[in-house]
């Protein structure tokens, strides 16, 4: 695909010669024709062309109203918590290491504290849940390490907030992130009890899944089965689960993205979701070359799910999923997530973070079980979009500024983007750009 630009209007050109044009803050698609696109080649071009140059002007400066998801408030909607700060898999790729590299503690963040403390986790509960207004939605994720390595904790915890807002007109729900080995029959029908969103993960099928998520013991094997039969514990309670979600990691580990698609349909289970996601670990010469063979397997699985099911079947996949309903609603993304806005990280120790992936990092650390450091959230109080310097990018309102956790990985700083991320997000928006428009043609 080749891209032209004017100001805020991107041109896009397909393989088969159509053009597509495409408004970066109204984020209005339209058919453009050849001549705009020869038009758009360089300066002098456009300059000779005065018509095309006015009504290009025209279009770019048009401005719709914008009903955004800016949150300028800061009024917490999600609290994650890490019940385990150790997990039973040792995955090859893991992020959650020890500082020093070394994935012997994989899962742990670098923590001594491998398990949460009941008490702080219900003070942190009952402070955020107190602090809310009523009509308003509040979540509870339970993450890791492994979060299931204490089911009667997260039973525990899920119980006392449904005391907390008890006779409020408060919408709460509950959400988990697991590798799935530890699900038996009884931990699944708790997780449907209190109406779980649930989200697996697992990277294919087990030639794949085994090499990079092995059990962590001396001589660990595959993880795959025991993941599949957790699977099979929630097909069982699969209708009273608020939704199933699966998690893949690729990267310089694996990038057969669609041969993973392939193994999870599989397993029938009607995922919810499917977040085919992309290691930010890989810092090689060959990370650029990487990236795009994993947007090549993207692109195939998503022209597979397309063909199949539509709009509906493409934004299954989470990468898709955040562009298209941008364009749908024609409102703008001004934050990549909730971080330190909607959303707020305890660890094990009751220490606060606006991500996951900050944690044990003592420089990234926002407040210690309910005592919040305003300098540090004020911080937050810009978008992520001005905060990580995206204003000029086409892409800026389909994507929202980025990953602050990759771009740290990447040079150290959350606010310096990693160019790879950035390369890959456009190229995502701009398929789904087309899809959304053939979809359209499609319908009518």
């Keep these: 695909m080749q891209f032209r630009r004017y100001k805020d209007i991107l041109a896009t050109r397909a393989e088969n010669g159509e053009v597509l044009g495409f408004h970066?803050?109204?984020?209005?698609?339209?058919?453009?024709?050849?001549?705009?696109?020869?038009?758009?080649?360089?300066?002098?071009?456009?300059?000779?062309?005065?018509?095309?140059?006015?009504?290009?002007?025209?279009?770019?400066?048009?401005?719709?109203?914008?009903t955004t998801d800016i949150a300028s408030s800061q009024e917490i909607s999600t609290l994650l918590l890490n019940v385990a700060q150790i997990c039973n898999l040792k995955c090859t790729y893991c992020a959650a290491v020890d500082f020093d590299g070394k994935n012997e503690s994989a899962g742990?963040?670098?923590?001594?504290?491998?398990?949460?403390?009941?008490?702080?986790?219900?003070?942190?509960?009952?402070?955020?849940?107190?602090?809310?207004?009523d009509s308003k939605s509040f979540e509870i994720e339970f993450c890791g390490g492994e979060p299931l390595l204490y089911p009667r904790v997260i039973e525990?915890?899920?119980?006392?907030?449904?005391?907390?807002?008890?006779?409020?007109?408060?919408?709460?729900?509950?959400?988990?992130?697991?590798?799935?080995t530890l699900i038996t029959r009884e931990s699944a029908e708790?997780?449907?009890?209190?109406?779980?969103?649930?989200?697996?993960?697992?990277?294919?099928?087990?030639?794949?899944?085994?090499?990079?998520?092995?059990?962590?013991?001396?001589?660990?094997y595959g993880s795959t089965e025991l993941t599949v039969r957790g699977l099979e514990q929630l097909r069982a309670v699969r209708n009273q689960l608020g939704t199933l979600a699966v998690n893949c990691v690729f990267g310089a580990h694996n990038t057969r993205v669609e041969r993973a698609f392939d193994y999870l349909e599989?397993?029938?289970?009607?995922?919810?979701?499917?977040?085919?996601n992309f290691s930010n670990?890989?810092?090689?010469?060959?990370?650029?070359?990487?990236?795009?063979?994993?947007?090549?397997?993207?692109?195939?699985?998503?022209?597979?799910?397309?063909?199949?099911?539509?709009?509906?079947?493409?934004?299954?996949?989470?990468?898709?999923?955040?562009?298209?309903?941008?364009?749908?609603?024609?409102?703008?993304q001004h934050n990549y997530c909730g971080a330190?806005?909607?959303?707020?990280?305890?660890?094990?120790?009751?220490?606060?973070y606006v991500c996951n992936w900050f944690m044990n990092d003592e420089t990234e650390k926002i407040g210690h079980l309910t005592d919040l450091s305003k300098p540090h959230l004020e911080h937050y109080g810009s978008t992520l979009i001005e905060l990580n310097h995206c204003q000029t990018c086409w892409a800026r309102h389909l994507c929202g500024g980025g990953c602050m956790a990759v771009h740290k990985s990447f040079s150290g700083n959350r606010h310096e983007k990693d160019p790879n991320f950035c390369h890959r997000t456009r190229q995502?928006?701009?398929?789904?750009?087309?899809?959304?428009?053939?979809?359209?043609?499609?319908t009518h």
């Design 24 to 66: 970066a803050r109204n984020l209005e698609v339209a058919e453009l024709s050849e001549k705009v696109w020869q038009a758009l080649e360089n300066e002098i071009t456009l300059q000779k062309d005065s018509e095309i140059r006015a009504e290009l002007e025209v279009w770019h400066k048009e401005n719709s109203p914008d």
């Design 108 to 133: 742990t963040y670098g923590s001594k504290i491998t398990k949460i403390d009941t008490h702080k986790a219900e003070q942190q509960i009952s402070y955020f849940l107190s602090n809310l207004k």
């Design 156 to 180: 525990s915890l899920c119980r006392y907030a449904q005391l907390m807002v008890s006779g409020r007109d408060i919408d709460l729900h509950f959400a988990i992130n697991t590798n799935g």
């Design 190 to 220: 708790m997780l449907a009890r209190y109406r779980f969103h649930v989200t697996v993960s697992i990277d294919g099928d087990p030639e794949v899944n085994d090499l990079t998520r092995p059990v962590k013991a001396k001589n660990g």
């Design 266 to 276: 599989s397993l029938h289970l009607d995922f919810d979701r499917y977040n085919f």
């Design 281 to 332: 670990n890989d810092r090689s010469e060959t990370a650029f070359e990487i990236s795009n063979r994993y947007l090549e397997e993207l692109k195939k699985t998503a022209a597979k799910l397309y063909a199949r099911d539509g709009l509906s079947g493409l934004v299954k996949i989470k990468q898709f999923r955040r562009p298209l309903t941008r364009l749908e609603s024609q409102t703008r």
């Design 340 to 352: 330190g806005k909607s959303l707020i990280q305890s660890d094990t120790r009751a220490d606060l």
């Design 428 to 442: 995502i928006a701009a398929l789904a750009i087309w899809y959304y428009k053939r979809s359209l043609h499609e």
